[in-house]
């Protein structure tokens, strides 16, 4: 496989460490050009220190300006400028975005416009701006690369298959911590308990999305976007031990699923080797230790926020953005506190409800949602 000299924007976070693990194990495959990261400056100047990349970003300005007197002899560009200009460097072809948030839009599709070809693990990107992002892949011919493991799955299982013949694509959710709780139980959930994941070790904002089914919901969205199907044809289905991360049914009645260990580990590397693969560092998968596999319907009146993604999705133009943005805000004022669980999807569907859908063109467009739904989603 040609060698993947890469940028990674996000590498202090969950995904951007698991990502530097499989560049160390592939350091003859892989090189890092450029690590890009929110205000964790400790962290990056370790990695910088591991993998001599030949630029830094920072998007805290004065966080910048604290690594730039540690490291005098690697650049560090700050703000949104300096995530720009990682995503674009000329020694890059793939770029891996991984920065949580609204923040991660621009620099992506700087990326994109660039030629450079993207393994995406920021939600946003797709959820507030995924008609224009599509476009822009299609019209510069790279490639875009899923790293969700859900995604990746559906990725694998239609490699070399026409979209013309998939009847229905399923996402896999493990239904989170709460999966069996009662209503009258769901009122009481504290932030601790939300963060408790059964199976995946993964940041704030993403394991209590994961608790609402949020999550879920989003990952309908990309891959309406992704993978070029109908809102219909993408169901949900609640898999408790999260082995098989997705399915693809066939118009033939063929079923093909992706099944691996809950481990990040795997979607990452295979984003960047693909389309070659390379041996793992996770070992052999136990069919013994795993030998029960069950799937149920999700309950869409304990859990709303997966009906609200649906809804958002299939009325289109500015509602997934504004929703996208609004879920951000009530997640964290739930983990602050400052409100109960139960009110995330209560909340979100008020505002939604309110919301006056105008068409997604460019990047303005979407920002000025994003902000007028973060305004809301505090005075609530």
């Excluded at 693990?21 to 910088?48: F, M, P, T, W």
């Excluded at 891959?223 to 289905?237: C, E, R, S, T, Y």
């Excluded at 289109?316 to 506190?337: I, K």
Aim: aromatic share 6%; proline share 4%.
């Amino acid at each position: 496989m040609k060698k993947k000299q890469i940028a990674l924007l996000g590498s202090t976070g969950s995904i951007g460490q698991s990502t530097l693990k499989v560049a160390a194990h592939l350091k003859d495959k892989i090189q890092v050009v450029a690590l890009a990261a929110h205000s964790n400056i400790d962290r990056l100047e370790e990695q910088a220190r591991m993998f001599h990349p030949e630029v830094l970003a920072v998007y805290d300005v004065n966080k910048a300006l604290e690594l730039e007197k540690r490291i005098p002899h690697i650049p560090v560009l700050a703000g949104m400028a300096g995530l720009e200009a990682v995503a674009t460097h000329t020694n890059v072809n793939f770029v891996v975005s991984a920065i949580v948030g609204a923040k991660g839009i621009r620099p992506t599709l700087k990326a994109i416009e660039a030629g450079k070809s993207v393994g995406l693990a920021n939600k946003e990107v797709l959820i507030a701006a995924g008609d224009l992002i599509m476009k822009r892949v299609r019209e510069k011919g790279v490639s875009l690369v899923p790293i969700d493991s859900e995604h990746s799955a559906i990725f694998q299982c239609l490699n070399g298959e026409e979209t013309e013949g998939v009847r229905r694509i399923i996402l896999t959710a493990s239904g989170g911590p709460f999966r069996n709780y009662s209503k009258e139980k769901l009122t009481q959930v504290t932030p601790s308990c939300a963060l408790k994941h059964p199976n995946w070790s993964m940041g704030k904002k993403v394991t209590i999305d994961s608790s609402t089914l949020m999550n879920k919901g989003l990952e309908v969205i990309e891959a309406h976007h992704l993978f070029g199907v109908n809102l219909d044809q993408i169901d949900v289905v609640v898999h408790p031990q999260s082995l098989i991360h997705s399915f693809v049914e066939f118009v033939d009645g063929s079923l093909l699923a992706q099944m691996a260990e809950h481990d990040m580990i795997i979607p990452i590397q295979y984003a960047l080797t693909y389309p070659s693969r390379a041996k793992g560092i996770v070992s052999c998968f136990d069919f013994l230790k795993y030998s029960k596999l069950e799937f149920y319907h999700p309950d869409h009146a304990r859990f709303p926020c997966l009906g609200l993604a649906y809804e958002a999705a299939r009325n289109g133009g500015s509602l997934p953005c504004f929703m996208n943005a609004v879920n951000e805000v009530l997640v964290d004022r739930f983990l602050n506190g400052a409100i109960a669980w139960i009110e995330i999807g209560q909340k979100l569907e008020t505002l939604m409800s309110r919301h006056r859908i105008c068409p997604i063109n460019d990047l303005e467009t979407i920002f000025a949602v994003d902000q007028e739904a973060r305004k809301e989603a505090i005075s609530i």
